[in-house]
Structure formats: C-alpha cells, structure tokens
C-alpha cells in the first residue's frame, strides 16, 4: 500500500517563503514522477509542478519563476520551495506520486496540507 504524508504547510504573509514536503512509503516502489497539485476554494484541483525520475520539472506558469520542486529520490521525498507567495497561492496543496505497476502507471496522492497566504 502506498502512502504520502505532506507536510509544511501554514500561514504567511504575502511575499514570504514556505517549503512543503512529502515522504512517500511503500512496498517496492517504482516512482516515476512526484509532483504537487493544489486546489483552491471554489475552484477545481490544478497541476502546480512535477519532476520527473529524471529530474525533469515543469510548472505551471501561475506559479513559474516563484516555486521550485526538488526531490531527494533515497529517501523518497519531493519538496516544494514557495517564495514570493501571493494570497492566490492560497490553497490545499496535494502531493502527487505515479508508479509503475506491471504495465501501467499509477496515480496517488496525499491527504492535502493547506497554505494561507494573507495579504
């Protein structure tokens, strides 16, 4: 059974700094990317960064320039650094693992930590 425990998140104020993290556990994992989803009030869950067992990392370009994802592949765990943080970074930010399964690839995620960004 895979878990993911998140962990980071808070309350800042506008223009300040949190680092979310990750820990991913289970049996025989094959990950192939680790990411972070987030999901806002009202609104629908959206893509925020993903890396790849590459290292290979894409961002959305709401939060480009602003986060940087990493990740440290022995012990299983992705990271997301936030600077620069507005109020619409507001939200419940999920970590997102795929692993390959025999043939397919599959999706899991976290319970969600929440960051407030207050203006």
């Known amino acids: 059974q895979v878990q993911l425990v998140e962990s980071g998140g808070g309350v800042v104020q506008a223009g300040g700094s949190l680092r979310l993290s990750c820990v991913v556990s289970?049996?025989?994992?094959?990950?192939?990317?680790m990411g972070w989803d987030r999901q806002a009030p009202g609104k629908e869950r959206e893509l925020v960064a993903t890396i790849t067992s590459g290292r290979s990392a894409e961002y959305s370009d709401s939060v480009k320039g602003r986060f940087t994802i990493s990740k440290d592949s022995a012990q299983n765990t992705v990271y997301l650094q936030m600077n620069s943080l507005k109020p619409e970074d507001t939200a419940v930010y999920y970590c997102?693992?795929?692993?390959?399964?025999?043939?397919?690839?599959?999706?899991?995620w976290g319970q969600g930590t929440e960051v407030t960004v207050s203006s």
């Open positions: 997102k693992v795929g692993i390959l399964s025999l043939w397919r690839i599959n999706d899991y």
């Open positions: 289970g049996k025989d994992l094959r990950i192939i990317s």
